[in-house]
């Protein structure tokens, strides 16, 4: 790969440009002993150059009501999904909430593009049109509440598998709740999940070059400390810190993606001194020979959890077996034709996910892009056949595998919401994207400086251009294209 440096179009990422907050606001509850984990994790001999600052900007109400919801799941109370594929209760009360206090559903009702006549909202979910990423981009204030207050919003960045990047709002109360539903989840595998003094909680692992890296302590989690790392090279003082830095950390849980997954797995392969009580792989599908190695490697359980920034987690494969059970939140899974329209029971369709976890984006009927087949499993709702993002990674010039999610960070970059990058058995690249979509001569100005190699262009054939949502694909027929 290049080492021309960060891309200019990604500045964003410039080390620590985006960090404005000081400590006490980005950990209002910091007590004295979460102050020395932090600053220990901070200034560790073995750690990599930050490239960002962030708390979870927790209060003591927040902690109280994540307390309760760890109560309620583990008394099973009403987070599941009704028996015998019924819709939710919550979900028609979203339904009028929702457009109540987004400014978009209330212009649809008012224009009467929505609802029944008379400036009626929708009385049953299924008469709300689904939304696609590309909804959230053209018009992301539209999908806001205007009750909720806006004073703790954080940022999250979302590439996802359709559509053009995002940024989406979240509360510090749904952000912190996924690690008392992880917990939960674990607690089903027998893995009992608590707070230690000598050990990281929790080590959120990439290995792409550009990403946000940051120490932290998690103020629902006895401030135990917390770090997002990259085991990309670029990313540390000297070679052998990232190793060093996870040995030192000991994190209980790691939550990653397959890619560094299987770098992980290379590290315990090599003798790395590690002991995690479970492993977490997300953001991308998780092959199944890299399940096996990292459960072989670690002899713990490896939870593959889908789900999408802008939903958060969905559903959940902890037994390897292919099938991704609803998690007890409230979330509510349909899959839909590309009308619109509900598929019988066990038929392949999209992934269309109702969610109200969020309190700044409520959302009614959000096309995933991904396919999979409804089924129950215990009397619960689960996906068959889950086709989301594959984990694909191309070959450098210099011989580096590059993750799709470093060229999908450049190709957003530069405004384009539907390609296909491909690299042939040759190591031969092109990039096709939409006419008129974005700057695709800047974009493959960028991917040759990135990749190191010359990137022909090409246009989407119709196929490829997808209804509203175009897909954005990356494929290699190179051996070593996928993580194993």
Known sequence: MSDAGLDPVLA????MGAAVLPDEERWPLLVAAGAERLRALREHPAAPRWTHACGDRLDSGDLDALDALAAALAAGSGRDAPPGGAEPAWVGELVARVHATAPRYRRLVREGRAGGPGGRAPDRLADVAPVARADLVADLAGFVPVDVPLARVLEGTSSGSTGAALVVPLHPRALAAEVVLLRHLLEGCGVRWEPSSERAGLV???AQ?????????MSAFGQAAMARLTLHPSAWRRPQDARALLEALDPQVVSTTPWPLAQLCDLADAGADLHPLALVSGAAQLPAGLRRRATEAFGVPVLDLYGLRETGPVAVCADGAGVHVVVPRRVHVEVLDPSGAQVAPGVRGEVVVTVDENPHLPLLRYRTGDTARLVRVGGRPALAGLQGRPAVALLSGSGERVESVTTTQLLQAHG????????????AVVLRTRDG????????ASLQRLLGLPVALGTLDAAGQGPGSPARRTTCDLPGGAPA
């Not at 964003?12 to 080390?15: G, H, N, R, S, V």
């Not at 946000?212 to 302590?217: D, G, L, Q």
């Not at 296909?420 to 040759?426: K, V, Y």
């Not at 979509?437 to 493959?444: F, I, K, L, P, T």
Request: aromatic fraction near 12%.
């Open 209 to 217: 070059p550009t990403a946000f890296t940051y120490a932290s302590v």
């Open 12 to 15: 964003e990422y410039e080390p």
């Open 204 to 206: 959120s692992l990439l």
């Open 437 to 444: 979509d974005g700057d695709a001569a800047a974009a493959r």
């Open 416 to 427: 384009l919401r539907g390609w296909h990058l491909h690299q042939d058995a040759a190591g």
